[in-house]
């Protein structure tokens, strides 16, 4: 059980049976009355966000919620197939749970796959990648002075933004979280 003096962005909580992380919160001590804490939280099931408010020293449940490094295998009519490092168990996981993952997921990569109950429901991929731009125009000569960018598609099929200098055949190193093109990688 957690109280609200636990409160932190990023705890995990159970909540009407459903797992919850903390978005954002507020310890409240208004001059009259008792203090109270405003959360905004995140259902890990649906995504949805939803507003809170509680009482202080309100307890909340602690999820069954297990995160286990996996390795990306390969995709299929059944989903994506990965494998657990430790016990070289593989799971197969529905698209709907990789959501936006899958333009930076590519064979062999590592994982944090997070179980809720036994059942995943989210997968966090490293924070940088490393593509292979397989598509590319060539940049307009003279049009570098605004710096102008370009769009790219890399070996998995996702398309970035990157400057008209890039070309087909470059390793690029890819932030997941914004999708956005940090460099170029050499070698």
């Known amino acids: 059980m957690y109280s609200t003096p636990d409160f932190r962005k990023g705890l995990r909580i159970e909540l009407d049976g459903d797992p919850f992380t903390i978005v954002d919160f507020q310890h409240v001590k208004p001059g009259k009355g008792g203090a109270f804490v405003r959360t905004r939280l995140r259902?890990?099931?649906?995504?949805?966000?939803?507003?809170?408010?509680?009482?202080?020293?309100?307890k909340v449940g602690r999820p069954d919620l297990e995160e286990k490094e996996m390795q990306f295998l390969y995709q299929d009519g059944d989903g994506f197939h990965f494998m657990d490092n430790a016990t070289f168990d593989q799971v197969a996981i529905a698209p709907e749970v990789i959501g936006d993952a899958r333009r930076f997921l590519q064979e062999n990569t590592i994982v944090a796959v997070l179980f809720y109950q036994e059942r995943p429901i989210n997968i966090e991929l490293p924070i940088f990648v490393e593509l292979l731009v397989t598509e590319a125009e060539p940049g307009v000569k003279g049009d570098t002075a605004s710096g102008a960018s370009k769009t790219v598609t890399v070996e998995t099929g996702a398309k970035i933004q990157v400057p008209l200098f890039i070309e087909e055949g470059t390793r690029l190193k890819i932030d997941t979280r914004t999708g956005e093109y940090?460099?170029?990688?050499?070698g």
């Not at 940090?182 to 050499?186: D, F, L, P, Q, S």
């Open 43 to 58: 259902n890990l099931l649906t995504g949805a966000v939803v507003d809170r408010t509680f009482r202080s020293g309100e």
């Open 182 to 186: 940090i460099e170029r990688v050499k």
